[in-house]
């Protein structure tokens, strides 16, 4: 059973931890390894803090949370030009399949609909073929933009979604 609840300042190092996993998991070969070894949970969870610190309007930052109250998975949700975009979803390596990433969707989705966020946009690394799959199934369709981003001197391409 997974509960998703708004981020408090007590998830901030466990949502840190998944998103380094998280991004470790799902981008080995896509991104430059020396990049994700220099990840660092710590740093991510004081970039975090200040966010969270900082937080208002019709943006969300979510928790998934499982029957023994462990933070499983985090989603932020937010104002984008014309509309709304998911800026992240992440999900405990191990938990992926289990539902945690779903019920987080469901939660962004009723929060974006709730603020007006219409439509819901998010980018997604072209060769992150799991999560471009996790998105279509929930009713995203690439909309032909694309963009890059460079880590460690490598531009790696990203396709824009919407729903």
Not at 29 to 35: D, T, V
Not at 86 to 99: N, Q
Not at 114 to 132: E, F, Q, S, Y
């Amino acid at each position: 059973m997974v509960t998703v609840r708004t981020m408090t300042p007590a998830d901030v190092t466990p949502v840190a931890e998944i998103r380094v996993a998280g991004w470790r998991a799902a981008y080995a070969g896509l991104l430059p390894a020396s990049f994700l070894e220099r990840m660092s949970a710590e740093e991510n969870a004081e970039r975090l803090r200040g966010r969270l610190d900082r937080a208002a309007g019709s943006g969300a930052d979510l928790v998934a949370v499982d029957g023994t109250g462990a933070v499983a998975g985090w989603a932020c949700v937010g104002p984008a030009h014309r509309g709304g975009e998911l800026y992240a979803l992440y999900v405990r390596p191990d938990r992926i399949g289990t539902g945690v990433g779903r019920a987080l969707l469901d939660a962004a989705h009723a929060h974006a609909l709730a603020h007006g966020l219409d439509p819901l946009r998010l980018w997604v690394l072209a060769g992150n073929t799991r999560a471009r799959r996790f998105y279509e199934r929930a009713g995203y369709v690439a909309d032909g933009a694309v963009r890059s981003e460079d880590y460690d001197q490598v531009a790696v391409p990203e396709v824009r979604y919407c729903r």
